[in-house]
Nanobody
Framework: QVQVAESGGGVVQPGGSRRLSCAAS????????MGWYRETPTKHRELVAD???????NYGDYVKGRFIISRDNDKNTVYLQMNSLKPEETDVYYC??????WGQGTQVTDSS
């Protein structure tokens, strides 16, 4: 059984940066794709970015050029570097291990 745990959330100023981490643990027999999602006001989780086991990436249109997803397979960890954050992007960010395993989420909060 696999679990994922997010970290790195906190208070950020508009236009600032933040790096989120998501670590997978447990019985990991294969390297799966992993992704970051955020929850909209209507409770829909939309893709922010994801990354395949080989490092192929995919981004939501609204974060292209500002966010960077990366992974360290030796540590079973995925990172999301968020730059030039917008006030409307202060959400709960969830990590998904693409074996249908979700994390509990980490909150990014606007300081203004």
């Amino acid at each position: 059984q696999v679990q994922v745990a997010e970290s790195g959330g906190g208070v950020v100023q508009p236009g600032g940066s933040r790096r989120l981490s998501c670590a997978a643990s447990g019985t990991i027999t294969s390297i799966y794709a992993m992704g970051w999602y955020r929850e909209t006001p209507t409770k829909h989780r939309e893709l922010v970015a994801d990354i395949t086991n080989f490092g192929g990436t995919n981004y939501g249109d609204y974060v292209k050029g500002r966010f960077i997803i990366s992974r360290d397979n030796d540590k079973n960890t995925v990172y999301l570097q968020m730059n030039s954050l917008k006030p409307e992007e202060t959400d709960v960010y969830y990590c998904l291990y693409y074996a249908n395993v979700w994390g509990q989420g980490t909150q990014v909060t606007d300081s203004s």
